[in-house]
């Protein structure tokens, strides 16, 4: 047996070697559990975020919604009688004209409220460009891990 040849070196330094793999790929794989981890809480805290700037304004978008859907069908309704008594024209003609004022104004108003609340969710921005850093790191960990 003292005169037999080894193939691949001492088997001391293959299970060095081997230990050093299985090492490396337990603290990468650990650093990328934390990442993981890490990002998630990221994302929580800016939806967390993101609800608190964005609440008063749904509210508020949910309350004089309703009034204001209310208010219209009273209000139009008025105004177009007396628009149709003040011009003598049909009711009909009038009711259909002041709901599509109405309708105009509403979108228009639609509109600028919900840019308004697409400002809200730019907490999110944070969590991307986490994101993309921790997908670049991943990638250049893997492609120098072999060298």
């Known amino acids: 047996m003292a005169h037999q040849a080894l193939r691949n070196g001492s088997p001391a330094a293959k299970e060095r070697q081997n230990n050093g793999v299985i090492e490396g790929m337990s603290s990468f794989e650990t650093d990328l559990a934390t990442l993981a981890s890490l990002q998630a809480r990221l994302a929580a805290c800016d939806l967390r975020e993101s609800a608190r700037a964005s609440a008063p304004i749904i509210a508020g978008l949910i309350i004089f919604g309703t009034i204001a859907a209310a ?37 228009v108003a639609a509109a600028l409220l919900s840019r308004r609340l697409g400002k809200c969710f730019s907490y999110f921005r944070r969590s991307q ?19």
């Not at 105004?79 to 709901?99: E, F, K, N, P, Y």
């Not at 460009?129 to 060298?147: C, F, M, P, Y």
């Open 71 to 107: 208010g219209v069908v009273l209000g139009l309704a008025g105004l177009s009688w007396w628009l149709a008594a003040v011009l003598q024209v049909q009711v009909g003609i009038v009711m259909m004209i002041t709901g599509l004022v109405a309708l105009m104004i509403a979108l």
């Open 129 to 147: 460009e986490e994101l993309d850093r921790n997908l670049a790191w991943i990638k250049t960990t893997l492609v120098h891990s072999g060298r």
